[in-house]
């Protein structure tokens, strides 16, 4: 076979590749391949030809060669044909009912969009959904109501604006800190409403779409001057101090043992004056969060006595085990560091504690007055804020 012949079949095979390339938008690299090592073979048996004559004569291997070509050319060319074939074979039914599939995925989607849009209507909270960059976000109607911004579409500096200066930090900072591996967050911070600061609780939620980063969040007012008692749900769906007595009347009847504790957060006072009621109920309301967390997630764990007073029933030795060495210590479970918008503060607590052995041949107005003496006597103790009954 002449080289000529030769040339102009790898000639085919390339014209093949680039118009398949050009008329389908899509490039295959095994053609690319197949077509680099068919020319690489052709060029080594030119530049070495006595390598090859050693096994095989360099004309018959030439022979051979042109037929493997051939068969590479067809290959391409059948290749390119059968998308020809395909593509002629849609008739006018096809295209129909192609077009009657996109209708139906369409309307699918309109009624998915008006679902999930009269959803957000019936909640109370405010939607904001955050745009890829995390520089904007839409929110919904009710966050106009609940702020009082009348725009949809803001960017997070004009929204900046409106936040109290001492919380901006803390927001931008969670909002640009938000990723995978913490898909969640919860801030609260204060807003201008009408020239009033108002505190607003912000709950968002990480999640990838194409790749990329999405947030979005659900905004709530906790503005205890439209809201009875306190508005938050934390202290306010708290047991009162009878049903503290009722429960304890329970429980007293089983043979395990159990620790009333009593709290009072002694420092709210002082951060009431300096902050404000409305800052000192959030500072409680997260403190209570937090001690249920680390020592009673039961509902019946803790009871709201007085305004900055609480009780807390330990049933658990390991539980109580852990509160005893972070007393010992001045550790962070007791003490706690609480972030209130731009507000920070320690708040302090004075603890009584009392043990209950199930021979015990104490009343329960006995025993929570004990309680009540240890955390008396904590109070006036400067050196440490627990004390243990009988110790």
């Known amino acids: 076979m002449s080289d000529i012949m030769i040339y102009i079949a790898l000639g085919m095979g390339i014209v093949l590749i680039v118009m398949s390339t050009v008329f389908y938008h899509k490039f295959r690299i095994w053609k690319l391949i197949l077509i680099i090592l068919t020319s690489a073979a052709y060029a080594f048996l030119r530049l070495f030809p006595e390598i090859v004559d050693?096994?095989?004569?360099?004309?018959?291997?030439?022979?051979?060669?042109?037929?493997?070509?051939?068969?590479?050319?067809?290959?391409?060319?059948?290749?390119?044909?059968?998308?020809?074939?395909?593509?002629?074979?849609?008739?006018?039914?096809?295209?129909?009912?192609?077009?009657?599939?996109?209708?139906?995925?369409?309307?699918?989607?309109?009624?998915?969009?008006?679902?999930?849009?009269?959803?957000?209507?019936?909640?109370?909270?405010?939607?904001?959904?955050?745009?890829?960059?995390?520089?904007?976000?839409?929110?919904?109607?009710?966050?106009?109501?609940?702020?009082?911004?009348?725009?949809?579409?803001?960017?997070?500096?004009?929204y900046v604006t409106l936040i109290h200066p001492d919380d901006q930090n803390q927001y931008l900072s969670t909002i640009k800190k938000a990723n995978r591996k913490t898909p969640s967050f919860d801030i609260k911070y204060r807003i201008s409403r009408e020239g009033i600061y108002v505190w607003v609780e912000e709950k968002g939620r990480?999640?990838?779409?194409?790749?990329?980063?999405?947030?979005?969040?659900?905004?709530?007012?906790?503005?205890?001057?439209?809201?009875?008692?306190?508005?938050?749900?934390?202290?306010?769906?708290?047991?009162?101090?009878?049903?503290?007595?009722?429960?304890?009347?329970?429980?007293?009847?089983?043979?395990?043992?159990?620790y009333l504790i009593m709290i009072q957060l002694t420092n709210i006072p002082d951060i009431n004056s300096r902050f404000g009621r409305d800052v000192g109920n959030l500072m409680i309301a997260e403190y209570i969060k937090k001690m249920r967390f680390h020592f009673a997630k039961d509902i019946n764990s803790i009871f709201r006595i007085t305004g900055i007073q609480f009780a807390l029933i330990i049933r658990e030795q390991r539980k109580y085990d852990v509160m005893n060495r972070a007393l010992q210590s001045g550790g962070d479970l007791i003490n706690l560091m609480i972030n209130i918008g731009g507000i920070q503060q320690v708040v302090y607590p004075n603890l009584g504690i009392i043990k209950h052995e199930p021979w015990s041949t104490y009343s329960l107005s006995e025993y929570v007055g004990f309680a009540n003496k240890a955390m008396e006597e904590a109070i006036r103790n400067q050196k440490k804020n627990y004390s243990v009954f009988g110790e």
């Open 54 to 158: 050693v096994y095989i004569p360099i004309d018959m291997t030439i022979e051979w060669y042109g037929y493997y070509l051939f068969l590479v050319v067809i290959i391409l060319a059948i290749n390119f044909k059968s998308k020809i074939k395909i593509t002629q074979n849609l008739t006018d039914y096809d295209f129909f009912e192609m077009e009657k599939e996109l209708d139906e995925l369409k309307s699918t989607s309109e009624l998915l969009r008006l679902r999930y849009i009269s959803t957000i209507e019936l909640l109370n909270e405010g939607m904001l959904f955050y745009n890829d960059t995390l520089d904007g976000f839409f929110a919904s109607e009710q966050f106009g109501r609940i702020t009082g911004i009348t725009k949809s579409d803001m960017t997070i500096d004009e």
């Open 206 to 258: 990480v999640f990838d779409y194409e790749k990329k980063l999405q947030i979005l969040s659900s905004i709530k007012g906790i503005d205890i001057k439209l809201f009875p008692e306190t508005l938050i749900h934390e202290i306010d769906s708290l047991p009162t101090e009878q049903q503290l007595f009722q429960y304890l009347s329970q429980i007293s009847k089983e043979p395990e043992s159990f």
